[in-house]
């Protein structure tokens, strides 16, 4: 696609429920990456992927988080039994390759558990 | 790990001023950029500059790898400049990481 799209664009979730969020990266670019923004702060890494391998996992908060690409395209981050704390607003970024070139963002995912 | 810090934490100014932000990192680092965060939260960037200076119209950015740190200029300040601007860096692995970033709101 033109640019990196995700949905959905908002979600409102009870807590304890389950969510999943999508990023569909720009079309050949085999790097994806998750980050979180709550109000107000930075950016925080969540996970990235070179083609459907997660080097590295050590940005997810806790084991109710999991994310997955498949075919080098299409990633999920799901988030298990919904916390408060959880609500922020989720980025995905892709790149044409892992440690080079520009990363371009998506417009996010923005998660309010209640 | 690599610690991104970002100076000033916030500006104000009136359209029509330059202004410096500056970037500095603990270690060094590799594929340096920045963003810009618009007040609607889209993030677009603004350079790819893991080194030596560029330039895109009113906005220029200079990285000195060797010294650790990255600045970005913008000059004559337009209200539309507004928001929060992020350098960003990897350093060992393929992870990018944020700095603090520096929030700035221009007045007309």
């Known amino acids: 696609g033109a640019g990196v799209s995700q949905s959905p664009s908002n979600k409102v979730t009870e807590k304890g429920k389950d969510v999943e969020l999508r990023c569909d990266p720009i079309s050949g670019h085999t790097a994806l990456y998750w980050y979180r923004q709550s109000l107000g702060q930075g950016l925080e890494f969540l996970i990235y992927?070179?083609?459907?391998?997660?080097?590295?996992k050590s940005g997810l908060p806790s084991d109710r988080f999991s994310a997955e690409r498949t075919g080098g395209s299409v990633s999920t981050l799901t988030i298990q039994r919904t916390q408060q704390e959880d609500s922020a607003v989720y980025l995905c970024?892709?790149?044409?390759?892992?440690?080079?070139?520009?990363?371009?963002f998506g417009e996010g995912s923005r998660l309010t558990v209640l | 790990g690599i610690q991104v810090e970002q100076s000033p934490p916030d500006l104000i100014l009136q359209e029509g001023a330059n202004s410096t932000l500056r970037c500095n990192f603990s270690?060094?680092?590799?594929?340096l950029q920045w963003f810009h965060q618009n007040p609607w939260g889209q993030l677009i960037n603004l350079f790819y500059i893991p080194s030596g200076t560029k330039q895109n119209g009113r906005l220029s950015a200079t990285t000195v790898a060797t010294e650790r740190y990255s600045l970005l200029y913008i000059s004559s300040s337009q209200t539309t400049d507004s928001g929060v601007y992020f350098c960003?860096?990897?350093?060992?692995?393929?992870?990018?990481?944020f700095g603090t970033g520096t929030r700035l709101q221009v007045f007309p």
């Open positions: 970024a892709s790149s044409l390759g892992t440690g080079t070139g520009e990363l371009f």
């Open positions: 992927f070179q083609g459907n391998s997660a080097p590295d």
């Open positions: 960003a860096g990897t350093y060992n692995t393929d992870k990018l990481i």
């Open positions: 270690d060094s680092v590799n594929n």
